[in-house]
């Protein structure tokens, strides 16, 4: 046996091992990814169930309407609770309300949870909805 | 006539074989412990969609929502008035108080707990609950509320405590979502 044949052997063997171990971290990077985006669906969720409280009554005696972008800023909020030795995914919330229809009046509200996949890739949870007015 | 090896090519070999055994174990030992960090998580990641699933179904249907507090087994409901945040939140699925959910912390042993009318219905959906106060009524803007108003929100807020297992040092971890009561009385 030479030594370009154990060099080469050795390689190769190299070439496996850390094909083994990258992909038990790619493995353990997805489960981290998918944990976050369920926590960004849940808050993204979170701001459009808080929309379902606002008040939109135009036909009143006084007409109500609290469903307006105003009241739901952009908003910054932690994905996971950082602990011993995880760092917090910040993500950051943005509604957006688009009016549809005005008669009957019909409202799209649009959420997005916009957050950063360890300081790399960007990833958006959306969810939409669409809100008649109380009468 | 073929020569054998010498002392030194034995040696040398026998090295070599011995460092890729080595290395193939540090590998398997190395995936173990990922294998049990990511099996870990894709649990509580599969519990938390569905016991949430079905909270916010719960909530979504129910014909009336109260907070409060559970001491000795017996619900005890925030008045109005009161800061709306308890360890409890009593679902009532239809009109009467026949039938009903409760959803609650036993700080005892700090675990999330459902319970239904029937006998023998209590539950332990979650161990090391770290939260004593994880249910809250809030308004659009997330202000906790002091009244009993219909038009609010049910936030959920959930810490657990992850204890260290195998080499994984201890962890908190933390679930937080709102859902809106769909049918109002």
Request: charged share 15%; net charge negative; proline share 4%.
């Amino acid at each position: 046996m030479t030594l370009t044949e154990v060099v080469v052997a050795l390689a190769i063997v190299g070439l496996i091992l850390a094909g083994t171990v990258i992909g038990y971290i790619n493995c353990a990077n997805a489960s981290v990814k998918a944990e976050l985006e369920q926590a960004g669906n849940a808050k993204a969720m979170e701001r459009l169930e808080a929309t379902h409280c606002a008040i939109w009554a135009p036909f009143r005696a006084t007409p109500v309407d609290q469903l307006v972008a105003s009241n739901f800023p952009d908003l910054e909020v932690s994905l996971d609770q950082p602990g011993t030795n995880l760092t917090g995914t910040v993500a950051t919330i943005k509604t957006t309300i688009a009016s549809i229809s005005t008669n009957p009046p019909m409202r799209s509200v649009h959420i997005d949870c916009i957050w950063q996949f360890q300081g790399q890739e960007w990833m958006t949870n959306s969810v939409e909805t669409i809100l008649v007015s109380q009468q | 006539m073929a020569r054998g090896f010498t002392l030194p090519e034995m040696l040398i070999a026998t090295a070599i074989f011995s460092m890729v055994i080595a290395g193939i174990l540090v590998v398997n030992l190395f995936g173990l412990r990922m294998s049990q960090v990511v099996q870990a998580k894709a649990n509580v990641t599969a519990w938390s969609r569905l016991t949430m699933e079905r909270l916010q179904n719960e909530i979504h249907a129910c014909n009336s929502a109260q907070l409060g507090t559970v001491s000795n087994g017996l619900f005890s409901g925030l008045l109005d008035g009161e800061v709306q945040q308890g360890s409890a939140l009593l679902l009532y699925p239809s009109a009467g108080n026949t039938n009903y959910i409760l959803y609650f912390v036993n700080s005892a042993d700090q675990t999330l707990r459902r319970a239904t009318e029937q006998p023998n219905s209590t539950v332990i959906l979650a161990n090391f609950v770290t939260t004593s106060e994880p249910f809250s009524a809030q308004d659009m803007a997330g202000n906790i509320l002091t009244n009993n108003l219909n038009n609010r929100v049910i936030h959920v807020a959930l810490e657990f405590y992850q204890p260290a297992y195998f080499t994984n040092d201890s962890d908190y971890y933390r679930f937080e979502t709102s859902i809106k009561q769909r049918v109002l009385p």
